[in-house]
């Protein structure tokens, strides 16, 4: 990993970035612990990250209900943290307009359990909160490693989540978009190094498995089988599967401009 | 408006099409009853939505807890109806996956209380399960009034949202692209037409209630204030503002393709 010597000196005229961390899978996650400490090394860190699983929450906000957040200590760590009872997208709100003293320099997201990959970016809380970063105009990445376990291994990623922040920081991230960070599960085969690519075409096809509760009431579980029907070799599933470190520009800009003048043949009255 | 004499026998060879309709208020609002009412006029009509309103829920899933749904029958319409535990993009899940027999020809959502346009379009529950229905391949279209009130006026948009409809059958939106129509308010101004908009550059400033409780905790509400800073004459804010009805098509392929060059320009080790 190359260093950025005397990097941080480069932002706000020689004061550290002010980074924003969070995640969708709870404060306590082993994932968030790993980027907490790879962020401390790049800046002045502060969390504020759901207090419970939000897997699956997408871009979800607290409307009808109130939002409780408390500041903890959960580790000898420098970072200032506060746990949030909302949506990850609730907690970047809360952070930006409530909490911090000043805009963050950067929001990192994740490290999540489990991929955002794909179509999974839509329905992803980890995602989300970046984007709502990203609409606040504050620079901003979501990790996600190809792992779903709580005792995944953080650590042999962590010198790229490092590599990759220091590189965005310095290159500044293009504006209104955010970056899509998806790890390998590489645990016995080495990371190939770091790809661009675009959002592969993929979907997933459910199986309900339905079920009867003890009272005789009918109940589903959601499970479902990832299908990925794009064959090209610039997505981020095909960096993945061959151990590449996928890296997609994402845009919350969801007009598809290239279907406009199409329907302006649609002839409405 | 413009009747399509004979448009349905245009559809598989003269079988009615077969519409899949959801919401994100819940299977009680006025809203749905009155997308129901005019559906019935344009094919068979399955109703699956949620059994709670389900307002800001994004493109949230159920992954952690189970679903529940049960056949109910609400008015003495011809249509089918289920009401469903889960998230709007779940009854989507649910309805092609476990109740439908066929894929639906269309999914139509709403019709909303309350505005989904600009970036609203993040945080729709309505437009999520729009968005679901397009990915899983089904022609989709979320539709949104700009009142929230319950006693809003859905009877003189109708005829719209049949013209809308009806054309998007014929004419087929294009292939990995939903609609997302807006309505405008128009109870005192005539609506002046239809127009296909890009999605204005728009954000929530956020201002945090916070409050205490009888019990001395602190709790926020979540407020805000919606700016919108995109000056065009061709977006969906624009249009609504002078009492047009906006389409904009949306898609779920998030990359930002036109940033992909500049990331490349990084030099990733």
Redesign the interface.
């Known amino acids: 990993?190359?260093k950025f010597e005397g990097l941080q000196q480069e932002y706000n005229m020689g004061k550290k970035p002010l980074i924003l961390v969070t995640n969708d899978d709870g404060i306590t996650a082993p994932g968030i612990r790993a980027l907490i400490e790879v962020m401390n090394e790049l800046g002045d860190v502060v969390v504020v990250a759901p207090d419970s699983?939000q897997?699956?929450?997408?871009?979800?906000?607290?409307?009808?209900s109130?939002?409780?957040?408390s500041k903890i200590s959960l580790d000898d760590g420098p970072q200032t943290e506060y746990s949030c009872s909302g949506t990850p997208?609730?907690c970047v709100?809360?952070a930006?307009?409530?909490l911090l003293d000043r805009k963050p320099d950067l929001c990192v997201s994740g490290i999540n359990h489990g991929s955002n990959s794909s179509?999974n970016?839509?329905?992803s809380g980890t995602m989300?909160a970046a984007?709502e970063a990203g609409?606040?105009g504050i620079p901003a990445i979501g990790f996600s490693l190809l792992d779903f376990r709580w005792g995944a291994n953080f650590d042999i990623i962590k010198p790229y989540v490092k590599?990759?922040t220091q590189?965005a920081l310095k290159?500044k991230i293009?504006e209104?978009?955010v970056?899509n960070v998806n790890f390998p599960k590489g645990v016995d085969t080495p990371i190939q190094?770091?790809?661009?690519?675009?959002?592969a075409?993929a979907?997933w096809?459910?199986?309900?498995d339905?079920?009867t509760n003890p009272m005789g009431?009918?109940?589903?579980?959601?499970t479902g089988k990832f299908i990925n029907e794009d064959g090209g070799e610039d997505t981020d599933e095909w960096a993945l599967e061959n151990n590449y470190i996928s890296?997609?520009?994402?845009?919350?800009?969801?007009?598809?401009?290239?279907?406009?003048q199409?329907?302006?043949?649609?002839q409405?009255?």
């Open positions: 990993m190359p699983p897997s699956g929450m997408g871009h979800a906000i607290t409307i009808n109130t939002l409780h957040c997208a609730d709100k809360l930006v307009n409530e179509i970016v839509i329905y989300s984007l609409i606040e590599e990759i590189k290159n293009p209104n978009v970056l190094g770091i790809k661009v690519c675009r959002q075409k979907y096809v459910e199986e309900f339905k079920r009431r009918e109940y589903y579980w959601l890296v997609v520009p994402v845009q919350y800009d969801l007009t598809a401009h290239h279907a406009i199409k329907l302006n043949t649609w409405f009255e």
